[in-house]
């Protein structure tokens, strides 16, 4: 049974990175079948994808957070990473790591239990 | 991007009921979309996906409809455990985007 589980830092200094890794457990990383995404979610703004990965490395980012995330793969460890830069209040969510799967329409799932990000000082 | 509204933000229910509630998209979504459950405390949890197909594992009683630019998920017996927030996404291009859900109470 694929299980994903996120771990990082819970509290982050603003203007600092923001660092988090999912560990992927019952199932490989290294298949063509899928990508490996970052998902958020706070009380304002509700759901918000960050982007997705490739085990090749290969991402693509939400535009509107692209200019500081930055994802990164381990096939040897099966984990994936997530970088934000420059964080700031808006950034506190609960950040969530999932499947992407291709099954006619881009669906995510499972998803991990999701870790709370603080930024504050 | 693709902006998804959902309505009613909240809606009450009684064991029973059958329910229905909608996703707009603010452009031709094709049947690229898909309903989560949310409990609290729990991350999201995949229930139908392109528009109308019920994952592996979801009561029968869940059930998608919808195309284009209007969709709709009914409930058609409310449970107990049915009692969540219900969120749509598009997945017709990125960013992927989620509507802001429909809170399901009691």
């Known amino acids: 049974q694929l299980q994903l589980r996120e771990s990082g830092p819970g509290l982050v200094q603003p203007s600092e990175t923001l660092s988090l890794t999912c560990t992927v457990s019952?199932?490989?990383?290294?298949?063509?079948?899928?990508?490996w995404a970052w998902i958020r979610q706070t009380p304002g703004e509700g759901l918000q994808w960050i982007g997705h990965i490739f085990y090749t490395g290969s991402a693509t980012y939400n535009p509107s957070l692209r200019s500081r995330v930055t994802m990164s793969v381990d096939t040897s460890k099966n984990q994936f990473s997530l970088r934000l830069t420059s964080v700031a209040a808006a950034d506190t969510a609960v950040y969530y790591c999932?499947?992407?799967?291709?099954?006619?329409?881009?669906?995510?799932?499972?998803w991990g239990q999701g870790t709370l990000v603080t930024v504050s000082s | 991007d693709i902006q998804l509204t959902q309505s009613p933000s909240s809606l009450s229910a009684s064991i029973g009921d059958r329910v229905t509630m909608s996703c707009r998209s603010s452009?031709?979504?094709?049947?690229?979309l898909n309903w989560y459950q949310q409990k609290p405390g729990t991350a999201p949890h995949l229930l139908v996906f392109?528009?109308?197909s019920l994952e592996s594992g979801v009561p029968s009683r869940f059930s998608g409809s919808g195309s284009g630019t209007d969709f709709n998920l009914t409930i058609s017996s409310l449970q107990p455990e049915d009692f969540a927030t219900y969120y749509c996404?598009?997945?017709?291009?990125?960013?992927?985007?989620f509507g802001r859900g429909t809170r399901l109470e009691i």
């Open positions: 996404q598009q997945s017709y291009s990125p960013p992927y985007t």
């Open positions: 392109a528009a109308v």
């Open positions: 019952g199932d490989s990383l290294i298949t063509p079948s899928y990508y």
């Open positions: 999932a499947r992407d799967s291709r099954k006619v329409s881009i669906t995510f799932d499972p």
């Open positions: 452009q031709s979504s094709s049947t690229f």
